[in-house]
């Protein structure tokens, strides 16, 4: 009924460049455009933690402050997807990276991951030095 997948993990080298994407399937996300979407990620054995979103409309974003600057989260949702940008990646950011979903038209992007309904099944990224 509702499924994200996040696809464009792997392994680069500090400095490197990586761009993740969220593509949401499944009769929940016919109304994909009225949801608004967040890019998690659990670094090993840490916990998981905020990382970007985006709201419905892809006028208004949030974004960790260890990644400002050098991370973008965008949408396309005539393809039900999201994008993460990660530019001058470093071996902090080595994590496994889930994109999860919460439905809401509001303006701004909730950072709590209780909020978020539903979950993909992640994508490991590993950043070597």
């Known amino acids: 009924q509702a499924q994200l997948v996040e696809s464009g993990g792997g392994l680069v080298q500090a400095g490197e460049s990586l761009r993740l994407s969220c593509e949401a399937s499944g009769r929940t996300f016919r109304s994909f455009s009225m949801y608004t979407i967040g890019w998690f990620r659990q670094p090993p054995e840490k916990e998981r933690e905020f990382v970007a979103g985006?709201?419905?409309?892809?006028?208004?974003?949030a974004y960790a402050d260890s990644v400002k600057g050098r991370f973008t989260i965008s949408r396309d949702n005539a393809k039900n997807t999201v994008y993460l940008q990660m530019n001058s990646l470093n071996t902090e950011d080595t994590a496994v990276y889930y994109c999860?979903?919460?439905?809401?038209?509001?303006?701004?992007?909730?950072?709590?991951?209780?909020?978020?309904?539903?979950w993909g099944q992640g994508t490991q990224v590993t950043v070597s030095s």
């Open positions: 999860a979903a919460t439905w809401g038209v509001q303006r701004t992007v909730t950072v709590r991951e209780s909020a978020y309904d539903y």
């Open positions: 985006i709201n419905w409309s892809g006028d208004s974003t």
